[in-house]
């Protein structure tokens, strides 16, 4: 590839090494050469490479790509539509217990609910991702086939969780079938690191807190280790579970997975609500988020899919004020990361009843160094002379964007995706126009609709609780006329 040269940008989203800090740049450039950012400033053309490719950067801001570190790209997607408005109100109005089992798309969906999230993750800025998913078929290599920076996470776990009357959540177990199943998702993160694509990596993933062993928690977390590796879970996500683990152990869920040694620098934890102090768990201590701040482990930070329950972490400001490491995560439809990072604003400040509690700095940062951070890198995230160019360009004549006196705000609180022209990752060009050069969108969404077609009529058979039909789980808006 040439180097490219983006001139005369509006706006620079430009990372200060010396004050650690993003900072604008007004009328600049960026230069970047292969898969890397070659320098930022004004009037780079003078020193640029003989054969360079010219961007005209006027009426654009430039910015890093955004982390997502915690997606399930290839069952989220055909939830649409359905698991909007249903919870079970004996669990806490959760979803995950009882109406989420019963929309499964099959292994002839999953790669295109895959590329259809990919698309939608690029067209909102995403430049990397970690994809936490139940593996089939060429899952690794629909991750490279996007152009993503992708870490390829498949879950493990030692049970499965259901319910058979909405207001009791049981445990199928099977120690073997949780070890066997972590050595096959071993094997994928190790193939995703070797991927020639360059672009793969791997995270090791046992599934939720309450459905894996105290041995497979530990392992899991000594195999992530030995292959330098980051190690995610669930925990702390619902009331249900919450009650589970202070059941069966006498602690909170983050208490439990410090007890297990399993909180640290390479731990990220998704979603960490129901802390000891929640006001919702009425529990006796008041440690939880200490402990997350002392561990240095990250809270993986989904606000969009817990808002549809009436659901919140609360606040996030506070956890940041505690020292606690944030980063973001999509987890759910739609994969758009610019709303997700709007949504984490609104709740905090609704939690907290003040506008104050958590800046659209912080936010920012939470979705890019923050990602990058609990990834362990600081060559993503940002955009600065060596890092990775991974990078974004924002239509600043959108009227969404304008008036532009502060652009990142106005990217956040009003134009979201729509504003999103190009974005490179790698220094190739994936996302033109505002729409991904390397899927067929269309396509994946029309494959998506047959898939949840088909998996609307087995919904009967996965409903343990009555054996409903989709129509009755989840009522369309309106009735069809007589």
């Known amino acids: 590839m040439k180097p490219v040269l983006i001139q005369n940008a509006d706006w620079i989203v430009a990372w200060d090494e010396s004050a650690g800090c993003h900072r604008y740049v007004r009328n600049a450039d960026v230069l970047f050469e292969k898969d890397r950012v070659s320098a930022i400033g004004p009037a780079l053309g003078q020193a640029a490479p003989a054969e360079v490719d010219i961007v005209d950067g006027r009426n ?56 259809l999230a990919c698309a939608e993750l690029l067209m909102s800025g995403v430049t990397t991702i970690v994809d936490m998913a139940r593996p089939y078929p060429g899952w690794v290599d629909a991750l490279a086939e996007s152009g993503l920076r992708a870490y390829a996470a ?148 989904c606000p969009t899919v817990f808002m549809r329950r009436g659901m919140a972490l609360c606040d996030v400001g506070r956890y940041l004020r505690a020292g606690v490491k944030v980063a973001i995560g999509t987890d759910t439809y739609p994969h758009n990361m610019i709303e997700e990072m709007r949504h984490v604003g609104y709740v905090a400040r609704l939690m907290a009843n003040s506008p104050h509690t958590v800046s659209t700095r912080e936010i920012f940062n939470a979705a890019t160094i923050g990602g990058a951070a609990s990834l362990g890198r600081s060559d993503i995230g940002r955009l600065a002379p060596g890092a990775k160019a991974d990078l974004v360009m924002v239509d600043m004549t959108h009227p969404s964007m304008q008036p532009s006196r502060d652009p990142i705000r106005s990217l956040v609180y009003a134009a979201a995706d729509r504003a999103v022209h190009t974005v490179f990752v790698d220094g190739e060009k994936v996302v033109e126009g505002g729409r991904a050069l390397r899927l067929d969108i269309d396509r994946a969404a029309s494959e998506v609709t047959a898939g949840q077609l088909r998996a609307e009529r087995a919904v009967p058979e996965r409903d343990l609780v009555a054996q409903r039909g989709a129509a009755e789980v989840s009522p369309l808006t309106f009735q069809f006329a007589d």
């Open 154 to 301: 498949p879950m493990f776990r030692s049970a499965r969780w259901f319910t058979r009357n909405g207001h009791v959540v049981e445990y199928d177990w099977s120690e073997d079938r949780g070890f066997g199943a972590m050595s096959e998702a071993l094997d994928l993160a190790d193939t995703a690191e070797r991927h020639p694509s360059g672009r793969l990596s791997g995270m090791v993933v046992p599934a939720q807190i309450d459905t894996c062993t105290p041995d497979l928690l530990r392992e899991s977390y000594k195999e992530a280790a030995s292959r330098g590796m980051r190690w995610q879970t669930h925990a702390a996500q619902s009331l249900p579970e919450f009650h589970e683990i202070t059941r069966r152990h006498g602690v909170t869920p983050i208490q439990w997975l410090g007890e297990l040694g399993v909180l640290g620098e390479s731990s990220l934890i998704g979603h960490s609500i129901f802390v000891d102090d929640h006001p919702n768990t009425h529990w006796h201590t008041v440690t939880d988020i200490r402990l997350l701040a002392e561990t240095g482990a990250t809270v993986a930070h």
């Open 60 to 115: 654009f801001m430039v910015m890093p790509g955004l982390v997502d570190i915690h997606s399930h790209l290839s069952h989220e997607p055909i939830n649409k539509g359905y698991t909007d408005e249903t919870g079970s109100p004996g669990l806490y109005n959760s979803n995950l217990y009882e109406f989420m089992p019963t929309m499964i798309g099959d292994d002839e969906a999953a790669p295109w609910q895959t590329r």
